[in-house]
């Protein structure tokens, strides 16, 4: 090794992030015995001696190391504080190996998810609030049929993912399809080109369980902007209005969906001219094939 560069993160000695740049094997006055020992076999890799100036006040703050070209995290420090191993003067590390993954062995469990998500606030008041992960927004939604050609535009890119960038790996019922590339959709940013009601649709949904006041995601508290979710029962439909105005309206199925409820969605379909975008099943449907998606069984 030609080299080591100790980074301390959040620590006080040197401040955040401080880094000490020194040469292995360089005996120094009133200099500190280090030994590296590995987390995962045990045994010790390297040994030199360091100046107290190059070494850190303490050893409790998350540390890591460059040991020739290599980034290794601290463990454990044996004696912890510079007050003791400077008494002592020596020090044994011990380190593992941090292991960065490269970018074309990536594996995702999607083929496509949007971006950008919306902006969140501050819940307007009490209630509960319809809770979705943020990959999973808008990845089935209802657009205008004026955009078909947009959307299908996106399908064949999504349909490349499926076709150059996806295995099945597992076996029987544990097994899965995975992607090494992922398809990320900015369009079409205005879903709705022709009005739809949100007291009409509301009107045409049967209202099955618990009333939302809006919609979230796990990892924020707050509430997406002018967000609402109406709960069918068999299925969640929520999006974001302006006023009466939907602007964005999409579909989250209910493990127990049951075709014989959608009928007021199928009706609010044609109605307001929808078509469902299936963005991971890389489909579009007209309202006669909405049943079958809400219970493909």
């Given at each position: 090794m030609c080299g080591i560069v100790v980074s301390v993160e959040d620590g006080p000695g040197g401040g955040a992030g401080a880094a000490f740049d020194v040469g292995v094997g360089m005996v120094h006055v009133e200099s500190v015995r280090v030994v590296f020992v590995d987390a995962e076999t045990g045994e010790e890799f390297a040994r030199t001696e360091l100046?107290?100036?190059q070494l850190p006040d303490s050893f409790e703050y998350e540390t890591r190391l460059d040991l020739g070209g290599e980034p290794w995290a601290v463990v454990r420090a044996e004696p912890p504080a510079a007050a003791e191993f400077l008494r002592?003067?020596?020090?044994v590390l011990t380190l593992r190996r941090i292991r960065t993954m490269d970018p074309q062995e990536m594996?995702?469990?999607l083929p496509t998810i949007y971006d950008p998500l919306p902006a969140t606030e501050e819940p307007?008041?009490?209630?509960e609030h319809f809770v979705i992960h943020e990959d999973d927004w808008r990845q089935a939604e209802l657009v205008s049929r004026q955009l078909a050609g947009q959307v299908e535009g996106e399908l064949r890119a999504i349909h490349e993912i499926f076709q150059q960038h996806s295995q099945v790996v597992g076996d029987g019922a544990s097994s899965m399809r995975v992607f090494d590339r992922i398809h990320v959709r900015m369009a079409p940013a205005a879903p709705l080109s022709t009005g739809v009601s949100r007291r009409r649709l509301s009107e045409l949904l049967p209202v099955g369980g618990r009333p939302y006041a809006g919609v979230?995601?796990?990892?924020?508290?707050?509430?997406?902007?002018?967000s609402f979710a109406i709960d069918?029962?068999?299925?969640?439909?929520?999006?974001q209005a302006h006023g009466d105005r939907v602007t964005?309206?999409?579909?989250?199925?209910?493990?127990?969906?049951?075709?014989?409820?959608?009928s007021g969605l199928e009706q609010a379909m044609r109605e307001f001219d929808l078509l469902l975008a299936d963005w991971c099943g890389g489909r579009l449907l007209d309202a006669s094939g909405i049943g079958a998606f809400v219970n493909p069984a």
């Amino acid at each position: 090794m030609c080299g080591i560069v100790v980074s301390v993160e959040d620590g006080p000695g040197g401040g955040a992030g401080a880094a000490f740049d020194v040469g292995v094997g360089m005996v120094h006055v009133e200099s500190v015995r280090v030994v590296f020992v590995d987390a995962e076999t045990g045994e010790e890799f390297a040994r030199t001696e360091l100046a107290p100036g190059q070494l850190p006040d303490s050893f409790e703050y998350e540390t890591r190391l460059d040991l020739g070209g290599e980034p290794w995290a601290v463990v454990r420090a044996e004696p912890p504080a510079a007050a003791e191993f400077l008494r002592s003067g020596s020090l044994v590390l011990t380190l593992r190996r941090i292991r960065t993954m490269d970018p074309q062995e990536m594996k995702y469990s999607l083929p496509t998810i949007y971006d950008p998500l919306p902006a969140t606030e501050e819940p307007a008041g009490p209630g509960e609030h319809f809770v979705i992960h943020e990959d999973d927004w808008r990845q089935a939604e209802l657009v205008s049929r004026q955009l078909a050609g947009q959307v299908e535009g996106e399908l064949r890119a999504i349909h490349e993912i499926f076709q150059q960038h996806s295995q099945v790996v597992g076996d029987g019922a544990s097994s899965m399809r995975v992607f090494d590339r992922i398809h990320v959709r900015m369009a079409p940013a205005a879903p709705l080109s022709t009005g739809v009601s949100r007291r009409r649709l509301s009107e045409l949904l049967p209202v099955g369980g618990r009333p939302y006041a809006g919609v979230r995601f796990p990892e924020d508290p707050g509430r997406v902007v002018d967000s609402f979710a109406i709960d069918s029962g068999s299925f969640v439909v929520y999006g974001q209005a302006h006023g009466d105005r939907v602007t964005t309206l999409c579909l989250a199925l209910s493990p127990d969906a049951a075709t014989e409820s959608v009928s007021g969605l199928e009706q609010a379909m044609r109605e307001f001219d929808l078509l469902l975008a299936d963005w991971c099943g890389g489909r579009l449907l007209d309202a006669s094939g909405i049943g079958a998606f809400v219970n493909p069984a």
